[in-house]
């Protein structure tokens, strides 16, 4: 089983930057898709961003231009990098495996304030 082990959020005021860390175990790193999700209260989990083996990255349109996903596979870790946050990307942020497993972390909170 892989397991995913996130960190990194916190509290920060509008406008501010975070940047999240997602370490996956496992020898095939490399090779896996990975993906930013988010819930916030009440609300849908929601993909924010995600990345493929080849590096190609997709974003949310409430997120593009300001969060920037990316990897590093001689470290195994995933990066959310978060500029210029609004109070409303407040949630859970989760990394999730998507290929060639489905395997989720355990969810790091972020705070926006106004």
């Known amino acids: 089983q892989v397991q995913l082990v996130e960190s990194g959020g916190g509290l920060v005021q509008a406008g501010g930057s975070l940047r999240l860390s997602c370490a996956a175990s496992?020898?095939?790193?490399?090779?896996?898709?990975m993906g930013w999700h988010r819930q916030a209260p009440g609300k849908q989990r929601e993909l924010v961003a995600s990345?493929?083996?080849?590096?190609?990255?997709n974003y949310a349109d409430s997120v593009k231009g300001r969060f920037t996903i990316s990897r590093d596979n001689a470290k195994r870790t995933v990066y959310l990098q978060m500029n210029s946050l609004k109070p409303e990307d407040t949630a859970v942020y989760f990394c999730?495996?998507?290929?060639?497993?489905?395997?989720w972390g355990q969810g790091t909170q972020v705070t926006v304030s106004s």
């Open positions: 999730r495996i998507t290929s060639p497993y489905d395997s």
């Open positions: 990345i493929t083996s080849g590096r190609s990255t």
């Open positions: 496992g020898s095939i790193f490399s090779l896996y898709a």
